[in-house]
């Protein structure tokens, strides 16, 4: 089945410096698009999202970029600090699906002092 | 600011023994899930519910789950007999709507079956 996939497993940053985690898609027909931030021990925790007409979208700190092309979405942190630290989901669904995520594998942030 | 809330946050039990977990899900929204996470693996969707009825369910989510919601503000994930492979984090997450809505989701229930 089709599903989303993360390149890497573990990033590590210096304090201060920007962020960027990836993520790749297969599914063709998803169209909506969130990153998730979880903590250990915690739920996920909504960051951002985006939805497939857009390709680029910012909160605080944080920018989401989508490429439908290359079915490619990532995270960018700025400013990274050591409370970022923590495993990045990013998770898709499609329009009709019901709100049903199909999350990826996750990514390791740590973040250095 | 509302938060789903779940309990309990740890769970123990016996191969073959019934559990239920519990969740408070957002004051406001009609639409609810159940989710797990493996160990080390993705977080994997179960069900979905709206309107006092199952919406959607994965293969994972067999004749040994059930989920309920007996009033108006708890949802839970019944399941029947445990297996070792229902070891896992369950979390629970609530929306307003239907339909390409972030979800929010709780703090999980850490069950372990042994």
């Known amino acids: 089945g089709e599903s989303v996939g993360l390149h890497l497993p573990t990033l590590s940053v210096q304090e201060g410096d920007n962020s960027i985690i990836n993520c790749a898609y297969s599914n063709s027909a998803s169209d909506y698009f969130i990153w998730y931030k979880q903590e250990s021990g915690k739920g996920p925790q909504f960051i951002i999202d985006?939805?497939?007409?857009?390709d680029k979208r910012q909160g605080q700190r944080v920018t989401v970029l989508l490429n439908k092309t290359v079915k490619h979405l990532s995270l960018q942190i700025a400013a990274t600090q050591p409370g970022d630290s923590a495993v990045y989901f990013c998770?898709?669904?499609?329009?009709?699906?019901?709100?049903?995520?199909?999350f990826g594998t996750g990514t390791q942030l740590k973040v250095e002092l | 600011e509302p938060e789903v809330t779940q309990t309990p946050s740890h769970q123990v039990t016996q191969m073959g023994q019934e559990v239920i977990l519990r969740c408070v899900p957002i004051s406001n929204h009609l639409y609810f899930y159940w989710y797990r996470q493996i160990l080390g693996q993705k977080v994997e969707f179960l069900v979905s519910?709206?309107?006092?009825?199952?919406?959607?369910k994965s293969e994972i989510f067999d004749d040994q789950f059930s989920v309920e919601r007996p009033d108006g503000s708890n949802f839970t994930l019944k399941i029947r007999s445990t297996k070792l492979e229902d070891s896992a984090m369950y979390f629970c997450a609530s929306t307003t709507r239907r339909g390409n809505e972030k979800l929010f989701f709780g703090s999980g229930t850490q069950l372990s079956v042994l």
């Open positions: 519910f709206y309107n006092n009825e199952i919406s959607e």
């Open positions: 985006i939805r497939s007409n857009m």
């Open positions: 998770a898709e669904t499609f329009t009709g699906g019901g709100n049903k995520l199909t």
